[in-house]
């Protein structure tokens, strides 16, 4: 994760100072200043050891420590009085901590400032920022804020506790800046959690350090004894402590430099970007709506301790197949897990597969019902069989179009799902059997030992079964049917064509056909054209046959909401959209 994560006190002499920070390098570890800059050379030569130092072009930044350089006041000056403890982390001659990680090449530097000079004031900003105006109320607590120009930053302010401060306690913060809007606010959660962590680690040694100290020697009724005395002149010039005195560690530092190292490379591993070859396909953006829907579910659940109850029907969610257990599995915690377990093998392997098993005119008539949009019916014993099937013919429709039921005791509607999985005792209602928009699949025992023989020799065999398939419409063998139809059966025809290509060729088919879908979708649902004119538009895509239309009609449902949401929006606001153009 390109980002940056310090540590910041609000120093009583100074103001807000940044502590300690670590940044990510993709590049080699960084040599100082620039050529150009000749004033500061040779301090930054005497500094430089070998390891990762700032260097004096960035010191030239910073205004707290060059405020009071030319003060001629007697006396220990404020900067020599913080710069030795509490405003300082490493000292001046510390290489600083470098991590390594071997996987991704990246280092990951720690020091108190960051060596590049525009890294540097968008730090110092932040900083200043996140101990002054961009608080949360009670001072203590995550806030967010930034942007486009100085980065946006994640902080989180809380306090230490100091028998010697103002109040008996400091404040500090630690801040997470990145470019990156959006990817910082979806990691809020995460990094909420991981840094309220540090801060209470922090907070526990330095509250044993305070309550050690205020047993020994309290502060309170010493102050009250000495209430006259100028506050900064009683503790004899002491403006600030070191973190490392406050909470009595003297590996404090390392141990920040791998817990902010951690936190980089946690985070960035959480969210990562994969490149689209263009835009994302409709098949894509339903399933990352499911997915949404899914997860979006599943907190609900975590958060509620209600009872759970056997279903009365089985549970269909779009794209995935729940299937209906008995009222003894529902109990369980998962029955949809067993299923997909005992589910090992693939019966059908491929729709070309299924092609040769049921015959090439069962099979037209089967993928014209699906493409259809018809209900699909299969009655058998093996569920493992049927749920293959499903696997199988759902690769001819978009996503959003595939409702299953793998497997059921008792007929679902239509409207339920467009994939139905019965056992063989299960009565289906007599208008069904007569529909012509439903058509069923019987596995039945073969009454001969070996039905194919040749086909099946190395995995398990389907000689044992017939298959029966029948429906109230029966496509003609002469019927032309849809276009998409005669190109999947000509891909399964040629035997040229490998099951990877023909796989291929099916996902290049329905989003040629989605793509058409959506041009129809915005012609008739969102411009509101009259008939007329979508008869001609209907031509023009080369889909103005009856069952052309009818598909198109129905692979419509399987838009995604986004693409619907979009497209609705640019209508209510035309202004909007013409102003981008």
């Known amino acids: ?273 994969k490149l689209l070859e263009g835009a994302p396909t409709e098949d894509t953006l339903v399933q990352m709506e499911k997915l949404a829907d899914l997860k979006e579910e599943s907190e609900g659940w975590d958060g509620s301790e209600e009872e759970v109850k056997p279903p009365s029907q089985p549970d269909v969610v779009e794209g995935q197949e729940l299937s209906k257990c008995s009222p003894e599995t529902s109990l369980m915690p998962d029955c949809n897990s067993w299923n997909v377990a005992h589910r090992r093998l693939s019966v059908f392997r491929s729709l070309r597969h299924m092609r040769q098993v049921l015959g090439a005119s069962a099979f037209r008539m089967l993928a014209w019902h699906v493409l259809m949009g018809n209900q699909v019916i299969w009655k058998a014993r093996d569920m493992d069989l049927v749920q293959s099937a499903f696997d199988v013919l759902r690769t001819m429709l978009p996503v959003g179009c595939v409702r299953i039921i793998p497997y059921s005791d008792q007929y679902e509607e239509a409207y339920r799902c467009n994939f139905l999985g019965l056992s063989p005792h299960v009565q289906i209602p007599s208008h069904i059997l007569s529909s012509e928009f439903a058509v069923l699949v019987e596995v039945r025992t073969a009454t001969r030992s070996s039905l194919y023989p040749t086909l099946f020799d190395d995995e398990q065999s389907l000689n044992k079964y017939e298959f029966v398939v029948t429906s109230g419409s029966p496509v003609a063998a002469d019927r032309v049917g849809p276009t998409i139809l005669n190109k999947i059966e000509a891909a399964l025809t040629n035997q040229n064509l490998s099951v990877d290509v023909v796989d291929q060729c099916l996902v290049c088919l329905k989003e040629e056909w989605m793509n058409k879908v959506k041009v129809l979708f915005k012609f008739t649902k969102v411009d509101s054209r009259p008939k007329e004119d979508t008869q001609k538009l209907l031509s023009i895509l080369g889909a103005a046959e009856e069952d052309n239309v009818k598909l198109l009609k129905f692979w419509m449902t399987g838009l995604s909401k986004t693409y619907k949401s979009h497209l609705m929006s640019t209508v209510r606001s035309p202004t909007s959209s013409e102003s981008r153009n």
């Open 1 to 273: 994760m390109n980002a940056i994560v310090a540590l910041c006190h609000f120093c009583e002499l100074h103001g807000p100072r940044t502590l300690f920070c670590t940044e990510v390098l993709h590049s080699p570890l960084p040599q100082g200043a620039s050529s150009g800059d000749i004033s500061g050379q040779n301090e930054q030569a005497e500094e430089e050891e070998g390891g990762i130092q700032m260097s004096s072009r960035i010191r030239s930044h910073s205004p707290a420590e060059g405020a009071s350089a030319d003060s001629s006041s007697p006396g220990p000056k404020k900067s020599d009085m913080c710069e030795a403890s509490g405003c300082r982390s490493l000292a001046g001659g510390h290489p600083g901590y470098v991590s390594h990680d071997k996987e991704t090449s990246i280092k990951y530097v720690s020091h108190q400032h960051p060596n590049h000079p525009q890294l540097f004031s968008i730090v110092r900003q932040a900083c200043v920022r996140s101990l002054s105006c961009e608080v949360c109320p009670g001072r203590e607590g995550p806030i967010f804020f930034g942007d486009e120009q100085h980065g946006f930053v994640f902080s989180h302010t809380f306090f230490i506790k100091d028998s010697l401060a103002r109040g008996f306690q400091r404040w500090y913060s630690i801040i997470t800046i990145m470019m990156d809007r959006i990817y910082l606010i979806n990691s809020w959660p995460f990094l909420l959690g991981k840094i309220r962590g540090i801060i209470d680690e922090l907070q526990g040694k330095a509250l044993k350090v305070f309550e050690a100290e205020q047993y020994g020697c309290p502060q309170r009724a010493q102050r009250m004894n000495t209430a006259f005395t100028p506050f900064l002149h009683q503790r004899n010039g002491n403006a600030a402590r070191s973190l490392t005195s406050l909470t009595n560690d003297e590996n404090l530092w390392a141990c920040l430099h791998t817990s902010f190292a951690w936190l980089l490379k946690a985070c960035g591993s959480r969210l990562t970007e």
